[in-house]
């Protein structure tokens, strides 16, 4: 049997092998994984990997864009339960936060993503196009709480931007060791932008909240 029938063979191969590439990936770094190392993982040749995947950087793009979409179908299926807007920001901000492996691998796989975007122009319009869903997220979850009545009027997109670059800037910091950030504070420091930004109220509540206080 030839690699190629192999692969037309087996339709889940491509998300298996990527399934097994992109933690391996983000473990080791992008540049220390062999096509080699990804065909062993996965209990099969390296011509397999190849015929799905013609060049190392198509696994990185590959695994990037598995890793972007498993977290969205993950975030969706939490947020559908979530009405409040408020409430669903903060349960977004807890799903960026690099606590457990997962979340840490997802953001490593980010980060050593940015830095081959930087060197090589042509990845640019994947990474633009994943960072835009990332903002739409935020967006959205900014005018439905507009529409709630409980986040103020201000431009969504404008706020959207200042929410995930703190998100960035915080999980880099974190995955690099820095002294000053922890995954609490983390947290903090994006709950604080949400009230600082998008309260009605000058503590950090909402005029829904104050009215449930009123009648306590």
């Given at each position: 049997m030839t690699e190629a029938t192999e692969g037309r063979g087996k339709p889940d191969r491509r998300n298996a092998i990527l399934e097994a590439a992109w933690p391996l990936i983000a473990e080791r770094g992008y540049h220390h994984v062999r096509v080699q190392d990804i065909a062993a993982i996965c209990g099969t040749s390296t011509g397999t990997i190849h015929y799905y995947f013609p060049g190392k950087d198509d696994v990185l793009q590959e695994a990037l864009r598995y890793c972007v979409d498993q977290a969205f179908i993950r975030q969706g299926e939490a947020l559908r339960q979530i009405e409040n807007a408020r409430k669903r920001l903060l349960a977004l901000i807890e799903m960026q936060l690099p606590a457990g492996v997962q979340v840490r691998?997802?953001?490593?796989?980010?980060?050593?993503?940015?830095?081959?975007?930087?060197?090589n122009p042509e990845l640019r319009a994947l990474h633009n196009d994943f960072y835009e869903r990332w903002l739409d997220a935020v967006v959205r979850t900014v005018r439905r709480g507009q529409r709630q009545g409980i986040f103020r009027d201000t431009d969504p997109v404008v706020f959207a931007r200042l929410l995930t670059s703190a998100t960035d800037g915080a999980a880099i910091k974190i995955l690099t060791g820095a002294p000053n950030m922890s995954v609490d504070s983390m947290r903090q420091m994006l709950v604080n932008i949400i009230d600082t930004h998008l309260s009605l109220l000058p503590d950090g509540g909402t005029r829904a909240e104050a009215a449930v206080a009123g009648r306590a």
């Open positions: 691998n997802e953001w490593s796989i980010w980060l050593q993503f940015w830095t081959e975007t930087c060197l």
